[in-house]
């Protein structure tokens, strides 16, 4: 019962580097999300995907990239990674939202590091 | 826009005290209300939620009543244990909307 996973769990990127970060559900979820995770900031969304081949704009979504392929996989990319990145980022998902207080199901994120 | 604001931690308890931690919002539709929880190492993880004015969310020992006339979602647990020590999130989802937007978090410490 994997859940939600994200993949890798520590990075570590050099300024100017590009990388990807995956997430994958096996729960069906027609919603995914991607948020950051800052001290004294809490979470904020990047960006979120309403179903497959859909993508739209958070809170955040300046120097990130979103792709949603499949339905389980929602991939977050960076193409030229910045310090202000540095972060732990959040992979997420749920059957609905705003409808009946649907629960979120994350994923146990992922520590970036831009040197 | 929506927001959470919460009380600011760290919070620090003996064992078996009793434990508050303040949730406000503010929200032009009508807001589903969660606590969510983390602890060390691990992401987020649902802890309690309520849906309506005057719906009350419990689980684990913790409650929380959806006060509309206040904007509040307060979390309460009469009696802590070390093994509550977490990070508490409250946060909000807005009917029709498709994002949750999260308080900045509070860090409870519970000492034996």
């Known amino acids: 019962n994997a859940g939600v996973t994200q993949t890798p769990k520590f990075r570590v990127l050099k300024t100017g580097q590009s990388m990807t970060l995956l997430c994958a559900q096996d729960?069906?979820?027609?919603?995914m999300y991607w948020y950051r995770q800052d001290p004294g900031m809490g979470l904020r969304l990047i960006h979120y995907?309403?179903?497959?081949?859909?993508?739209a704009k958070g809170e955040v979504p300046d120097g990130y990239n979103v792709s949603r392929l499949k339905k389980q996989n929602f991939l977050l990319g960076l193409e030229s990674a910045a310090p202000s990145q540095t972060s732990v980022y959040f992979c997420?998902?749920?059957?609905?939202?705003?409808?009946?207080?649907?629960?979120?199901?994350f994923g146990q994120g992922t520590r970036l590091t831009v040197v | 826009g929506d927001s959470v604001t919460q009380m600011e931690g760290p919070v620090t308890l003996s064992e078996e005290a009793f434990l508050t931690i303040n949730c406000t919002y503010t929200?032009?539709?009508?807001?589903?209300l969660f606590w969510y929880v983390q602890y060390p190492g691990e992401g987020l993880q649902l802890l309690l939620k309520?849906?309506?004015?005057?719906d009350k969310g419990s689980n684990k020992g913790f409650e929380a009543t959806y006060r509309k006339e206040t904007t509040s979602f307060h979390l309460e647990k009469g009696s802590v244990q070390v093994s509550d020590s977490a990070v508490y999130f409250c946060?909000?989802?807005?009917?029709?909307?498709?994002?949750?937007?999260f308080g900045a978090g509070t860090r409870l410490t519970v000492k034996p």
């Open positions: 946060a909000l989802v807005v009917t029709n909307n498709n994002d949750m937007r």
């Open positions: 929200a032009t539709g009508y807001p589903s």
């Open positions: 995907s309403v179903g497959e081949g859909t993508t």
């Open positions: 729960m069906n979820h027609e919603y």
């Open positions: 997420a998902s749920s059957y609905r939202t705003g409808r009946l207080g649907t629960e979120a199901f």
């Open positions: 309520a849906t309506k004015a005057d």
